[in-house]
């Protein structure tokens, strides 16, 4: 049983545009992280969010977490194609430190 | 540079020939963790260790061992290797905070043929 829906599963969209993707759970989780990962290479952490209705942001990249701990949102603000690569979603439950990984949202921006 | 490093990055193999994929980490984190990464199915996690001689398994043991006898090395061996272990193979590390991020290899993919 996946834990965590992430949607889309697919996007692509051209430089400029702007984009969110989401992360969805009936779960509730003590935080929540998101991380890209780029063709050939290894998931890279982009931020924790832990409180409810946190907002963080990353330069063009504004992520979300709802108020109930149960979902996240990443919003990114004219997309540029660096930011190509696949977006997951990893939620801690409480009293653990394990995250349950969801499967991703492949992001690709055309020139 | 604070980093985890898999070895070997590509690895081709025939059926039934035993094999040990490395990692090993720089950061003193108490947490190490071996995935697994399908197309459609996402990572999954195959074994992970919360600290030195400490393992245990994950969504997606079988066919698989492990050994924390140091902190800083998680190896990953394949006693019987079969096709179905065909993926691409990643080492994380982290400390044991709440919170904390993964730092994750990258990667090794595995052919078996």
């Known amino acids: 049983t996946q834990l965590l829906e992430q949607s889309p599963q697919f996007l692509s969209i051209q430089e400029g545009e702007n984009l969110t993707v989401y992360c969805n759970s009936s779960?509730?989780?003590?935080?929540l992280q998101w991380y890209r990962q780029e063709p050939g290479e290894g998931p890279v952490l982009l931020v924790t969010?832990?409180?409810?209705?946190e907002v963080k942001k990353l330069k063009r990249l504004t992520f979300q977490f709802g108020d109930a701990r149960k979902d996240s949102s990443l919003h990114i603000t004219a997309a540029q194609t660096g930011d190509t690569g696949l977006y997951l979603c990893?939620?801690?439950?409480?009293?653990?430190?394990?995250?349950?990984f969801g499967r991703g949202t492949s992001l690709i921006v055309h020139p | 540079e604070a980093q985890v490093t898999q070895n070997p990055r590509y690895l081709i193999t025939v059926t039934g020939k035993k094999l040990t994929v490395t990692c090993s980490q720089n950061?003193?984190?108490?947490?190490m963790s071996w995935y697994r990464q399908d197309p459609g199915l996402g990572l999954r996690q195959i074994y992970y260790s919360m600290n030195v001689e400490v393992t245990d398994k994950g969504d997606v043991p079988e066919g698989y061992k492990v050994s924390r006898k140091e902190k800083r090395n998680f190896p990953l061996i394949l006693e019987s290797p079969s096709p179905n272990q065909t993926s691409l193979y990643f080492c994380?590390?982290?400390?044991?905070?709440?919170?904390?991020?993964?730092?994750f290899g990258s990667g090794t993919r595995l052919t078996v043929v």
């Open positions: 779960s509730v989780f003590s935080s």
């Open positions: 969010v832990v409180t409810g209705g």
């Open positions: 950061m003193n984190h108490e947490y």
């Open positions: 990893a939620g801690i439950p409480g009293g653990s430190y394990i995250p349950t």
């Open positions: 994380a590390s982290s400390f044991r905070r709440t919170g904390d991020g993964y730092t």
